[in-house]
């Protein structure tokens, strides 16, 4: 009666206008239930009004279905199959030519126009979650700063990975105290046991020799940066923060922490990918080295390299700069159209918070 009483009262106070109760009087095989103790303290409900008129619904179920009813169904089910029609995502949209935009933003147009205008123009927000244990951003979040409040101190010198490792434990408490105050490291449950999960994965990524190369200068932490290219049909901004730069043997280099493996690539409609982080970074700074390091990965550290200086068999910076430029020009070209098409993937659907707005939804057919 408790568990009861408790879920009507959840449902009084969701209710938007008039709850109605029901029960069902009859178990499945077709024996007579009692009400339960609460609902028998309620009256019996008054009669029910006479039988509304055959609705369209109550028609399909018969199997009279109409033929604008059939059209809707075919339409639906192509979205199933994945087949967009030419007006899906056409939508009257005045994106500024001075719109600033991020890496993370074009990948994100790049992999889903329809996407990007949900939640960048419309600006729709997902359902938020209750957060039990440190979400995966969050958890990035506290790398970066344990990580910048560790070299700090180190800037314009040649850091010992010696003195890192035993300077890591008060910056990890620094970091700790500074989002704490902030709000952006939420009270959570298992923090004590996940506290020293994170404190050992950093002290393995600081140890690591692809942390700092010998012969390394940390230069700046957290750099913002706004840059500005030409194109063919005027100008592009785009901003972002950078995690490090440097200088080492083989001029400035950008490093970008990941977490994990995972590296924001653009997957293109052949299947191959293009990635435009570092690119964007090295041609802001006129940088001659990208590299990508992971924290949590213990086998390779190293991502992958990029830029001017990277001279491995395969890799052209050119060819890679190039790539990048086209991708820019096609980005001006679409959303001067007003094309915010869906193009669904499974790279593109796995994480979409806007699958029920396109309704063309990759694996959902």
């Given at each position: 009666m ?6 009507l009262?959840a449902?009084l106070?969701?209710a938007?206008?008039q ?9 499945l ?5 009692e ?17 509304l ?10 199997g009279?279905?109409g ?12 979205r199933?199959k ?9 939508v009257q949209?005045k994106?500024?030519q001075?719109h ?15 996407h990007?205008m949900?939640?960048k123009?419309?600006?729709l927000?997902p359902f938020?979650?209750?957060?039990k244990?440190?979400q ?5 979040t ?12 180190h800037?314009?010198?040649r850091?010992?990975?010696?003195t890192l490792?035993l300077?890591?434990?008060?910056a990890?408490?620094r ?6 105050e902030n ?23 600081v ?8 012969g ?5 932490l957290e ?9 063919k ?7 972002g923060?950078v ?13 970008d922490y990941?977490s994990?493996?995972y ?10 990918k ?6 964007l970074?090295?041609?802001?700074v006129?940088?001659q080295l990208?590299?990508?390091l ?5 086998e ?15 890799y052209?910076?050119e060819?890679?700069?190039?790539e ?6 096609d ?6 159209q ?18 029920s707005?396109?309704r ?6």
């Open positions: 408790h568990t009861e009483r408790a879920y009262h449902c106070n969701a938007g206008s709850l109605h109760l029901s029960r069902p009087l009859f178990d095989k077709g024996k007579s239930l009400g339960s103790p609460l609902s028998r303290m309620f009256q019996s409900a008054p009669a029910l009004p006479p039988p008129p055959v609705t369209e619904v109550e028609a399909g179920l018969t009279e279905v033929e604008h009813v059939q059209m809707r169904a075919s339409l639906e089910l192509s199933q994945l087949q967009v029609s030419g007006h899906h995502g056409q949209v994106v500024p001075n600033l935009w991020s890496p993370s933003q074009l990948v994100k147009f790049g992999s889903c126009r329809f990007w949900a939640e123009v419309l600006k927000l938020p979650e209750v957060e244990t440190l995966r951003a969050t958890e990035g506290f790398y970066h700063k344990v990580l910048e409040e560790l070299l700090r101190p800037l314009g010198i850091p010992n990975p010696r490792l300077e890591l434990p008060g990890f408490e970091a700790e105290n500074v989002l704490l709000g952006e490291l939420p009270p959570l449950p298992h923090w004590p046991f996940q506290h020293h999960e994170l404190l050992e994965n950093l002290k393995n990524f140890k690591s020799h692809y942390f700092m190369l010998q390394t200068l940390p230069q700046q750099v913002p940066i706004e840059h500005t290219l030409q194109l049909n005027g100008p592009f901004s785009y901003r923060i995690d490090r730069i440097e200088q080492t043997k083989h001029g400035t280099t950008v490093i990941k994990r493996n590296i924001s690539e653009l997957r293109r409609p052949d299947g191959s293009l990635e435009l982080q570092l690119p970074y090295l041609m802001a006129g940088g990208g590299r990508y992971s924290i949590l990965n213990r390779k550290h190293l991502l992958r390299t990029v830029g001017p200086a990277h001279t491995d068999k395969g052209v910076w060819d890679h700069k190039k990048v430029m086209d991708f820019l020009e980005t001006v070209e679409q959303l001067s007003g094309n915010f098409q869906p193009t669904p993937s499974e790279s593109a659907c796995k994480y979409c918070d806007y699958g707005l396109c063309v939804r990759a694996g959902q057919a």
